[in-house]
């Protein structure tokens, strides 16, 4: 059956939007419903003592645009079961759509087969969100881009990367130079340097044989007596910030800035963090940061008005693109 255009409903005629906040994304959240000028729409979730999830909806969502936003941080498979239940119950109450807004995306770092017998995590992960009822995907800075094409379902894939760099441009850039943490990165420092025209360096790891981690061995690029933009999509124990860190003023730097989307920031990252010589650390609310992990020298940019945002242009059948001038 055709759906017809509705002005409550949006040009798709899917009912009004109707936003539910997943446990790892409340403050979140909150912030993208205040933007919209909507409610939260609460639901019970009860954990039993085998350690089953069963939520349950306190009304109807027949026929409406629902968006359930939760990112897949840790607690990581109690997150992921929360966002796949919680879709089933949508679904099996008749939603008009459902989207899953998960701003950050657990397994996106197993993306390939890069060894023999082992799985693909970020391909199972999407199949799973599809079976379990959701019609659209959002979220933020993917690890890997190729992600994208592991789900069957439309979906908006954004990035924290204006957020970040319009911070920036706020500042004094006649001696800076963007680098990234390792050259995995390379072409999103790229892009962030040509916004900020500054000149671009890179922090080269290598794996010797007898050493399973990649380790930062060199840099390059000119780095000496300039103030560096370092920039990488997560930071999650914080190793190889403190390699890059450590070997960027080896060769000279002055001021470290970071940059980054997600705030993993597991142990002992804070402490590592706390004790390396960083003007400023900026990174985004796309995982909530809870106060013990707040950083005097830390701020956090939200991205709540342009996930909110989005939400309004795809309830509305408007071009997601031209809010990113694309």
């Not at 080269?204 to 990488?232: F, N, Y």
């Not at 609310?285 to 242009?313: C, F, Q």
Request: glycine share 8%.
């Amino acid at each position: 059956m055709r759906r017809t255009e509705s002005m409550r409903g949006g040009m798709f005629g899917y009912g009004e939007i109707k936003l539910f906040a997943g446990s790892a994304s409340q403050a979140l959240a909150q912030e993208i419903a205040d933007y919209l000028s909507l409610p939260l729409i609460e639901y019970d979730l009860i954990e039993f003592a085998n350690e089953n999830l069963f939520p349950r909806l306190k009304g109807s969502v027949r026929g409406q645009d629902v968006y359930l936003i939760q990112s897949l941080n840790s607690p990581v498979h109690r997150n992921i079961m929360e966002l796949l239940l919680m879709i089933d119950c949508l679904k099996r109450d008749s939603a008009g759509r459902i989207t899953a807004v998960v701003p950050y995306m657990a397994y996106a770092r197993s993306d390939k087969k890069d060894k023999p017998r082992v799985p693909i995590g970020a391909r199972l992960l999407a199949d799973m969100i599809e079976v379990a009822g959701a019609d659209r995907y959002m979220t933020i800075d993917l690890h890997a881009g190729q992600i994208q094409g592991f789900f069957s379902i439309p979906g908006d894939v954004l990035t924290a990367f204006h957020l970040l760099s319009d911070y920036f441009l706020g500042r004094d850039l006649k001696n800076a130079v963007v680098a990234t943490a390792d050259l995995g990165f390379a072409k999103k420092g790229r892009n962030f340097a040509a916004k900020l025209g500054t000149p671009l360096a890179f922090v080269e790891k290598r794996r010797a044989e007898e050493d399973p981690r990649a380790r930062a061995t060199t840099v390059i690029g000119e780095v000496d007596g300039c103030d560096i933009i370092l920039v990488d999509d997560e930071v999650l124990t914080a190793g190889s910030v403190v390699e890059a860190v450590a070997l960027l003023k080896q060769h000279g730097a002055r001021d470290i800035s970071l940059s980054f989307a997600h705030a993993l920031l597991v142990p002992p990252a804070v402490e590592k963090l706390r004790g390396l010589p960083l003007k400023e650390l900026v990174t985004t609310n796309t995982v909530d940061i809870p106060a013990e992990k707040h950083l005097p020298n830390m701020t956090v940019l939200s991205v709540a008005p342009m996930l909110g945002e989005v939400i309004r242009r795809a309830h509305e059948g408007r071009s997601v693109g031209e809010l990113f001038n694309e």
